[in-house]
């Protein structure tokens, strides 16, 4: 079954900094734009960024920008999120998937991913 395979999650200080990475199972990352996505407790599942599969255009969430950068190497066929200057309010499970449109268009954190979900990697930021 495809699907994305997310690691890099962890306990970090407020401040501090992490970086997720998200790999393909079953299937080619570069095809795609890539989404990330974060669920809290008793929340729900909300898009954080974007990238496009050429890599041109980024998207990120009004809570998110200036502190987290994605990135994607299709060489090596993973998509980056590094997460700088983490708040509480950033602890939740992280969730890469293949998105559509492929620019990142309209809707990208809305429309169905185009494979399944993987098991995610949780991010905690407490002191």
């Known amino acids: 079954q495809a699907q994305p395979v997310e690691s890099g999650g962890g306990l970090v200080q407020p401040g501090g900094s992490l970086r997720l990475s998200c790999a393909a199972s079953?299937?080619?990352?570069?095809?795609?734009?890539i989404g990330w996505f974060r669920q809290a407790p008793g929340k729900e599942r909300e898009g954080v960024s974007c990238?496009?599969?050429?890599?041109?255009?980024?998207v990120y969430a009004d809570s998110v920008k200036g502190r987290f950068t994605i990135s994607r190497d299709n060489a090596k066929n993973t998509v980056s999120l590094q997460m700088d200057s983490l708040i509480p309010e950033d602890t939740a499970i992280y969730y890469c998937?293949?998105?559509?449109?492929?620019?990142?268009?309209?809707?990208?954190?809305?429309?169905?991913?185009?494979?399944?979900w993987g098991q995610g990697t949780q991010v905690t930021v407490s002191s």
């Open positions: 998937v293949p998105v559509r449109p492929s620019t990142c268009g309209d809707r990208w954190d809305r429309n169905s991913p185009v494979t399944s």
């Open positions: 079953g299937f080619t990352l570069d095809y795609y734009a």
């Open positions: 990238i496009s599969r050429s890599g041109s255009r980024t």
